[in-house]
């Protein structure tokens, strides 16, 4: 269906007031449910397909976290639409004060490649549990996922409620100037600034999930061998295509050595000794990203990995040692399986060093409890871990999202549905009873009655 023509549907959808009732959203989002379970198979071949995922880690970064998702709002949708009555002042009695929740209306989602299901369909979901119509747009990067993102919604919802427009910068461009009710984007800061202008034009509120260096420190009071697994986890997920993965290391110098060592071994027991000949290891997502990626590793500072095959688009999980803060691999978000590591001997400087760049999406600490603790409260960031990696975003119970350049708004359970959402502030005043102390003329008691009332 043309684009425009989808809109004008979804419009006329939304005005009917059959996306309002509870009972509807929770019909839409267990259809979709159905659907995604029907075909778990399929989303596993194309995830492989377009970034070489394993089945394991397409249901535990994707799919898992998409139903997760469903199930979470399932359970919720009535309570979180509910009406939330509060006091009423004085002055305003007798009169009964709430809090509607109102579906913004006509949404776009706009999602990456990167997890190209997880990442369509997780805001979709919210957007759908808080009333709103949907237009999804996966990303041209990721066919594969996108194509199937359009039969999932075809076969699950009518296209009034939801549907996706495939294509690339063309029909990006155009589904930006058509006059959404909210914009949510996941990407680059890049991408994300030009969205914002163009939202901007309209007025439209948008939700920006962008990205930036995810630091990691590792302190002297840190469990070094537990650090380097979960960092290796983390950082080497997806190929280090993850918006929150570490993006680089910086590691008390006393224990940088025996950290690097564990990381050597970390590395060879969760990827093997040849890993771009692993029918299971991922791969970078297009020729242009895997030469950039390849382009900032410096042969003389890799202690692990290094190599690369540009026939099949792997990089093997590379660590690089002695990093300067001005290296070509500090300068920009890597997003690939490039970690490099840089030494402190003091923690303020780790600190300043870290608030000296743009504010990241991720941050994370390895180290005892009152120095994980100092460096949470005078960094700024997104969101993060104490002694573990990107285990943040895989709950609904806490919001998602980023501050600064990574980003504004969040989403994910409760957060998701109220990002999707417009709070009315509604009183409800008595007919019974007109207390006609604000109206004129103005007396000497009427002043003296304000005074009392508004006190």
């Not at 996108?146 to 939801?162: C, F, N, T, V, Y």
């Not at 959404?180 to 914002?196: L, N, Q, W, Y």
């Not at 119970?397 to 994910?412: A, D, K, L, N």
Request: with cysteine; charged share 25%; hydrophobic share 40%.
């Amino acid at each position: 269906m043309e684009m425009h023509e989808l809109f004008k549907i979804q419009r006329q959808y939304f005005a009917s007031g059959a996306t309002l009732p509870p009972e509807a959203r929770t019909d839409a989002l267990k259809r979709l449910r159905s659907a995604i379970c029907a075909r778990e198979r399929q989303i596993s071949d194309a995830l492989r397909a377009d970034l070489g995922k394993c089945e394991t880690e397409s249901y535990m970064s994707e799919i898992g976290m998409t139903l997760s998702e469903i199930n979470f709002m399932l359970k919720r949708i009535k309570g979180y639409a509910r009406d939330k009555k509060v006091r009423t002042p004085l002055a305003q009695m007798p009169a009964r004060s709430y809090i509607k929740k109102s579906p913004y209306g006509c949404v776009l989602v706009m999602s990456p490649w990167n997890y190209p299901f997880m990442l369509s369909l997780e805001p979709l979901v919210d957007a759908l549990a808080a009333g709103n119509t949907v237009i999804v747009k996966p990303s041209a990067y990721s066919p594969a996922t996108g194509r199937l993102i359009s039969d999932i919604l075809a076969e699950a919802l009518p296209p009034g409620l939801a549907a996706a427009v495939l294509g690339g910068r063309a029909e990006n461009s155009a589904l930006l100037d058509m006059p959404f009710d909210k914009i949510f984007f996941t990407g680059s800061v890049a991408v994300g600034r030009e969205v914002m202008h163009r939202a901007a034009q309209r007025l439209v509120p948008v939700t920006l999930e962008l990205g930036g260096k995810s630091p990691c420190i590792v302190d002297r009071t840190a469990d070094i061998p537990l650090a380097a697994r979960r960092i290796v986890f983390g950082k080497f997920l997806n190929c280090g295509q993850t918006c929150v993965a570490p993006d680089y290391i910086l590691v008390h110098s006393s224990v940088k050595d025996a950290l690097i060592d564990c990381l050597k071994r970390e590395i060879a027991k969760q990827y093997g000794e040849n890993p771009l000949s692993d029918p299971d290891y991922g791969k970078i997502i297009s020729p242009k990203h895997f030469k950039r990626i390849v382009g900032l590793i410096l042969p003389e500072k890799v202690v692990c990995g290094g190599g690369a095959d540009e026939s099949t688009l792997r990089i093997e999980p590379t660590v690089m040692d002695g990093v300067a803060p001005d290296d070509a691999v500090m300068g920009e978000e890597i997003f690939g399986p490039v970690l490099p590591v840089l030494a402190y001997d003091d923690l303020d400087c780790a600190i300043a060093e870290i608030n000296g760049r743009p504010h990241p999406l991720a941050l994370y600490v390895f180290a005892a409890k009152d120095i994980a603790r100092k460096v949470m409260e005078r960094c700024r960031f997104g969101g993060g871990c104490i002694n573990d990696t990107v285990i943040h975003l895989a709950t609904p119970h806490m919001g998602f999202g980023g501050v600064g350049e990574s980003g504004m708004g969040r989403y994910h359970g409760r957060a998701g549905f109220d990002c999707f959402t417009h709070e009315q502030s509604v009183v409800d005043k008595s007919v019974l009873v007109d207390v006609p102390v604000r109206y004129r003329p103005y007396t000497a008691l009427k002043d003296r009655l304000i005074r009392l009332f508004m006190r």
